[in-house]
């Protein structure tokens, strides 16, 4: 019930396309849901992050859509970018707080120019 | 830069030695945790300190593992008699408070053999 899982693993777009990744949670007590990009030898970084009062959210190139009823939430990249290709970890976490966050298994994005 | 600092980047070490790893949160930063990540998964959660004060351990942090935050500052996480599936990613990432974002640091990498 703790689990997030994320899917796709990998994911090849061509440079302009629009990459979806998908997450689905179970306890429904969460209430925080981060997406985080990680590059490798980096930490990861925070890129969006959205509560369940809301149903979408964007910020710049990046848009979460959020279902409630589904428990599912999902990272939308527009025109991605070859500098785009990274590592996208959903995460979620419960109490409103932003801190014992429980990750996803990442998806390894490669942009294509 | 005044991110979030990890030293050293990577740590190389002989089964059964013990290995400390140092982390610098962004100043003000009251809230320090640390996660580690192996290989193809994402962060999982160990331990985490308000201001000098530990206040969770995962059960993911046997005995042999210790973190100290002394003074409030910077912390310290030690690994006792290191072991082959004690090699991961430590990441170490800070917050201002309960609700603001975590922000990673670039992780110290462990290699035990």
């Known amino acids: 019930q703790q689990q997030v899982k994320q899917s796709p693993q990998s994911l090849i777009v061509q440079k302009g396309g629009i990459p979806i990744i998908n997450c689905a949670y179970e306890n429904t007590a969460f209430d925080y849901f981060p997406w985080y990009q990680q590059f490798p030898g980096k930490g990861p970084a925070l890129l969006i992050a959205?509560?369940?009062?809301?149903s979408e959210k964007k910020e710049g190139r990046f848009t979460i859509s959020f279902n409630k009823s589904a428990k599912q939430f999902s990272l939308h990249i527009m025109d991605s970018q070859p500098g785009d290709s990274a590592t996208y970890f959903c995460a979620a976490s419960y109490g409103g707080a932003t801190n014992k966050l429980i990750f996803g298994t990442g998806t390894l994005l490669a942009v294509q120019p | 830069d005044t991110g979030v600092s990890q030293d050293p980047r990577h740590k190389i070490t002989k089964r059964g030695q013990n290995v400390t790893f140092r982390c610098d949160p962004i100043?003000?930063?009251?809230?320090l945790y640390w996660y580690r990540q192996t290989l193809g998964q994402g962060p999982e959660f160990l331990t985490y300190?308000?201001?000098?004060?530990?206040?969770?351990k995962s059960r993911l942090l046997s005995d042999r593992f210790s973190a100290e935050r002394p003074k409030g500052s910077f912390s310290t996480l030690e690994i006792q008699r290191t072991e082959q599936g004690d090699s991961a990613m430590y990441l170490c990432a800070s917050s201002l408070d309960l609700n603001s974002p975590l922000h990673f640091g670039n992780g110290t990498r462990l290699t035990v053999t």
């Open positions: 300190f308000q201001n000098e004060a530990q206040l969770e």
């Open positions: 100043s003000e930063h009251n809230r």
């Open positions: 959205i509560r369940p009062d809301v």
